[in-house]
T-cell receptor, first 114, second 111 residues
Framework: DQQVKQNSPSLSVQEGRISILNCDYTNSMFDYFLWYKKYPAEGPTFLISISSIKDKNEDGRFTVFLNKSAKHLSLHIVPSQPGDSAVYFCAARTQGGSQGNLIFGKGTKLSVKP | DVKVTQSSRYLVKRTGEKVFLECVQDMDHENMFWYRQDPGLGLRLIYFSYDVKMKEKGDIPEGYSVSREKKERFSLILESASTNQTSMYLC??????????FGSGTQLSVL
C-alpha cells in the first residue's frame, strides 16, 4: 500500500507562472518531508524539506506547504523556469523510524514551456 | 560538498551474469542505500546499511544482495542478472535521519 502518493504523473506549466506539485500521505507517524528533483540520467538532488511542526518552509522560488490534518503537502515554484523541468519526488520519514530511510512517491514530471 | 560516486554510468550485461554495482561516499556517512528507479514506479528501496557489515532488506530485495566491508563503500550484487532487472540504480548516503545524498546513477541494461 502506497504511503506517499503523487497522483499527478505529469504537469505542464508556462514559464513565469506558478507550478504546484502535490503529495498525499497516509501515515500519521511521518515527521519530516522532503522534495527531490531529478533530471534524466542524473541522481535526485535535495530541494527543500519541512518538519511536521511547521506548516510552511520557503527557499527562494520554492515553498513547501504542509497540511497535517489533510495529510497533504505541496511544492510551489514561483516563477517557473524552463530549467525547472524535471521529475519531482516527494519523500517522507517516519518519526523514530529507520535512520534516513525515506519513503518516496512515484514522482511528478514537470514541464515548463518557454 | 558530499560526493557519492557510482562506478559506472552505463552497463550492459547478459542474462545470467553476476553483476557488481559499486558505490563510494566521501563524507563518513553511517547510512547507505540502494534504490532502483523505473518509469511510473518511482524510487524503490532495495537494501540499506546502517554500519559496516550490517544490512537490511528494503522493499524489493529479491534477486539482489549487498556488501559493506568498509564504511565508505556499499556494493549491490545481482547474483544472476535477469531482464526485469534492467533499470536505473541509485546509491545514496546519509548521516542519521538527515536528507539523502544520491549518486549519479547506473543505467543497467540486461539483454
Amino acid at each position: 500500500d502506497q504511503q506517499v502518493k503523487q497522483n499527478s504523473p505529469s504537469l505542464s506549466v508556462q514559464e513565469g507562472r506558478i507550478s504546484i506539485l502535490n503529495c498525499d500521505y497516509t501515515n500519521s507517524m511521518f515527521d519530516y518531508f522532503l522534495w527531490y528533483k531529478k533530471y534524466p540520467a542524473e541522481g535526485p538532488t535535495f530541494l527543500i524539506s519541512i518538519s511536521s511542526i511547521k506548516d510552511k518552509n520557503e527557499d527562494g522560488r520554492f515553498t513547501v506547504f504542509l497540511n497535517k490534518s489533510a495529510k497533504h503537502l505541496s511544492l510551489h515554484i514561483v516563477p517557473s523556469q524552463p530549467g525547472d523541468s524535471a521529475v519531482y519526488f516527494c519523500a517522507a520519514r517516519t518519526q523514530g523510524g529507520s535512520q534516513g530511510n525515506l519513503i518516496f512517491g512515484k514522482g511528478t514530471k514537470l514541464s515548463v514551456k518557454p | 560538498d558530499v560526493k557519492v560516486t557510482q562506478s559506472s554510468r552505463y552497463l550492459v550485461k547478459r542474462t545470467g551474469e553476476k553483476v557488481f554495482l559499486e558505490c563510494v561516499q566521501d563524507m563518513d556517512h553511517e547510512n547507505m542505500f540502494w534504490y532502483r528507479q523505473d518509469p511510473g514506479l518511482g524510487l524503490r528501496l532495495i537494501y540499506f546499511s546502517y554500519d559496516v557489515k550490517m544490512k537490511e532488506k528494503g522493499d524489493i530485495p529479491e534477486g539482489y544482495s549487498v556488501s559493506r566491508e568498509k564504511k565508505e563503500r556499499f556494493s549491490l550484487i545481482l547474483e544472476s542478472a535477469s531482464t526485469n532487472q534492467t533499470s536505473m540504480y541509485l546509491c545514496a548516503s546519509s548521516w542519521g535521519g538527515e536528507k539523502l545524498f544520491f549518486g549519479s546513477g547506473t543505467q543497467l541494461s540486461v539483454l
